[in-house]
């Protein structure tokens, strides 16, 4: 098993930026493919970014392309989502996923979750 936290949300004004972190234990990190995911008040889960065991793939959802960036260091145990040009509609708890295959974008496919943390963007 994989035990995840995430770290990094907050409030933040329209145009900011947010670093988000995930740190993981237990089994090997590098064994796992990760992904964040968010969920708005409301609304369901929702795919954000995901990367493969060893960073050489990324996938993102179309809503946040060219403004967020996923990565990870294997030898910190943690992964990262760094997020620019923050929009109030990217609001919401935001969870990292661990799985122990290849890159997904839906969270039934993912086995371990984080606590989320909440991520509020102010107009």
């Known amino acids: 098993q994989v035990q995840l936290v995430e770290s990094g949300g907050g409030l933040v004004q329209a145009g900011g930026s947010l670093r988000l972190s995930c740190a993981a234990s237990?089994?090997?990190?590098?064994?796992?493919?990760m992904g964040w995911f968010r969920q708005a008040p409301g609304k369901e889960r929702e795919f954000v970014a995901a990367?493969?065991?060893?960073?050489?793939?990324?996938q993102y959802a179309d809503s946040v392309k060219g403004r967020f960036t996923i990565s990870r260091d294997n030898a910190k145990n943690t992964l990262y989502l760094q997020m620019n040009s923050l929009k109030p509609e990217d609001t919401a708890v935001y969870y990292c996923?661990?799985?122990?295959?290849?890159?997904?974008?839906?969270?039934?496919?993912?086995?371990?979750w984080g606590q989320g943390t909440q991520v509020t963007v102010s107009s």
């Open positions: 996923a661990a799985r122990a295959r290849s890159l997904a974008t839906s969270f039934p496919e993912y086995n371990y």
């Open positions: 237990g089994r090997t990190f590098s064994s796992y493919a």
């Open positions: 990367i493969t065991l060893g960073g050489h793939s990324i």
